[in-house]
């Protein structure tokens, strides 16, 4: 989905994500755009950090890649979302693995707080299996691209 489709409606407010899901989606792309505003709007109350500040923020995140969810649904008022963020700093593409927790007050979806299972560079030939997607971005298959022999 483009941008305008996915999460500009909740970064400007038309709506608010309906799952934990999808809320963690939204934060993805408000760290890819730097958008502290929505990223405080949407920590819950008691974690949130004061100030958020990217300006001397050298990373830059490359893609999202949802692991495993539980719960967050609709109907659920907790839910827990495990990912991967891939970045690019100081030239080499790292990725981040986090669980996320999440929770629904009033209707609405809030980070509680994450995490952070694992960080490092990421390595070609030996975190990704061949069937995984490719690291590079192409969308294709890491043995149809660049783990092609």
Same mark, same amino acid.
């Given at each position: 989905?483009?941008?305008? +489709?996915?999460?500009? $409606?909740?970064?400007?407010?038309?709506?608010? $994500?309906? =799952? &934990?899901?999808?809320?963690?989606?939204?934060?993805?792309?408000?760290?890819?755009?730097?958008? !502290? =505003?929505?990223? +405080?709007?949407?920590?819950? +109350?008691?974690?949130? $950090?004061?100030?958020?500040?990217?300006?001397?923020? =050298? *990373?830059?995140?490359?893609?999202?890649? *949802?692991?495993?969810?539980?719960?967050?649904?609709?109907?659920? =008022?907790?839910?827990?979302? &495990?990912?991967? !963020?891939?970045?690019?700093?100081?030239?080499?593409? %790292?990725?981040? @693995?986090? *669980?996320?927790?999440?929770?629904?007050? @009033?209707?609405?979806?809030?980070?509680?707080?994450?995490? *952070?299972?694992?960080?490092?560079?990421?390595?070609? +030939?030996? @975190?990704?299996?061949? @069937?995984?997607? %490719? !690291?590079?971005?192409?969308?294709?298959?890491?043995?149809?691209?660049?783990?092609?022999?």
């Amino acid at each position: 989905m483009t941008y305008s +489709q996915c999460c500009e $409606p909740y970064h400007v407010a038309e709506k608010n $994500p309906v =799952t &934990a899901e999808a809320l963690m989606r939204s934060r993805y792309s408000a760290y890819v755009l730097r958008d !502290a =505003t929505y990223l +405080q709007e949407t920590w819950e +109350q008691s974690g949130r $950090p004061k100030l958020i500040d990217f300006s001397k923020e =050298t *990373i830059e995140w490359l893609r999202l890649e *949802i692991t495993d969810v539980k719960k967050g649904t609709l109907k659920d =008022t907790k839910g827990v979302v &495990a990912f991967k !963020a891939y970045f690019m700093q100081d030239g080499e593409e %790292c990725v981040m @693995n986090e *669980i996320s927790r999440f929770t629904k007050l @009033n209707g609405r979806w809030f980070y509680l707080d994450g995490v *952070i299972k694992s960080m490092g560079k990421v390595d070609l +030939q030996t @975190n990704q299996g061949k @069937n995984a997607p %490719c !690291a590079c971005g192409s969308g294709k298959k890491f043995k149809r691209c660049c783990g092609a022999d």
